[in-house]
């Protein structure tokens, strides 16, 4: 497994030494700054150096935070846009032809808020919004060699600048399981598109709980 970090190295470093512990040379970290698109396909072919091939990609890199309107900045914009959104277009395009030759699968990491609006999140919405058409968009273009789809969370983990106690029970108020999910939930999903779904792409699957049909 190929980790990917900008700058939590710490964490990488230690989910890789878990993940060895478990098959010994199993995961190896790779540091790049999503961004640069032209240092992608440095980076795919790095993972595909150390592998010696490339099966799934997962792009579930993330910029999150408010950007209400009257404030926004165009440093905001290209953040997360790039992230979002940039950043998975490039990584799959660099990726493909390694990709292509496996019969491989991609599965990129949306968002519920992709459909509806969530407040003062105006450029976050509309990148993943774009992410979710990229899902469908490269769904066909790639077909038949290489299954792409999303997965959009829902509630999965609360935002870590914080969120009051207030907020917290009113998003589990709209939500028919009434509780939040578990970063589990969201590995499964993505464990069931590249291993089990062999005649699903195109598709973003809603884990949240029913939020998206509820509120």
């Given at each position: 497994?190929a980790i990917?970090?900008?700058?939590?190295?710490d964490?990488?470093?230690?989910?890789?030494d878990m993940l060895?512990?478990?098959r010994?040379?199993?995961?190896e970290?790779?540091?790049a700054?999503?961004a640069?698109?032209e240092r992608?396909?440095?980076?795919?072919?790095?993972?595909?150096d150390w592998a010696?091939?490339?099966d799934?990609?997962v792009?579930?890199a993330?910029?999150?935070?408010?950007t209400p309107?009257g404030s926004?900045t165009e440093?905001?914009w290209?953040?997360?846009?790039?992230t979002n959104?940039?950043?998975?277009?490039?990584?799959s395009?660099?990726?493909?032809?390694?990709?292509?030759?496996?019969?491989?699968?991609?599965?990129?990491?949306v968002?519920?808020?992709?459909?509806?609006?969530?407040?003062?999140?105006?450029?976050?919405g509309s990148?993943?919004a774009?992410?979710?058409?990229?899902t469908?968009?490269?769904?066909k273009?790639?077909?038949?060699?290489?299954?792409?789809?999303g997965v959009?969370?829902g509630a999965?983990l609360?935002p870590?600048?914080?969120?009051?106690e207030?907020?917290k029970r009113k998003i589990?108020e709209?939500?028919?399981?009434?509780?939040?999910?578990?970063?589990?939930?969201i590995?499964?999903?993505?464990l069931y598109?590249?291993?089990d779904?062999a005649?699903?792409?195109?598709?973003v699957i809603?884990v949240?709980g029913?939020?998206s049909?509820?509120?």
């Open positions: 497994m990917h970090h900008r700058g939590s190295a964490e990488a470093h230690r989910l890789r060895n512990t478990r010994n040379n199993s995961a970290i790779f540091e700054d999503l640069r698109a992608l396909p440095a980076l795919i072919e790095s993972v595909v010696g091939t490339l799934i990609l792009n579930n993330s910029s999150f935070y408010p309107l926004v440093a905001q290209d953040d997360l846009v790039g959104l940039k950043a998975p277009m490039f990584l395009q660099a990726a493909w032809p390694h990709l292509r030759r496996q019969g491989g699968s991609i599965v990129n990491l968002d519920v808020h992709a459909r509806r609006p969530l407040r003062d999140h105006a450029v976050y990148a993943k774009g992410l979710e058409m990229l469908r968009s490269l769904a273009d790639m077909a038949p060699d290489v299954r792409v789809n959009a969370p999965i609360w870590e600048r914080g969120m009051n207030v907020v589990i709209q939500i028919p399981l009434k509780r939040s999910g578990l970063p589990d939930d590995a499964g999903c993505v598109l590249v291993r779904a005649y699903v792409t195109g598709q809603a949240d029913g939020r049909i509820g509120w």
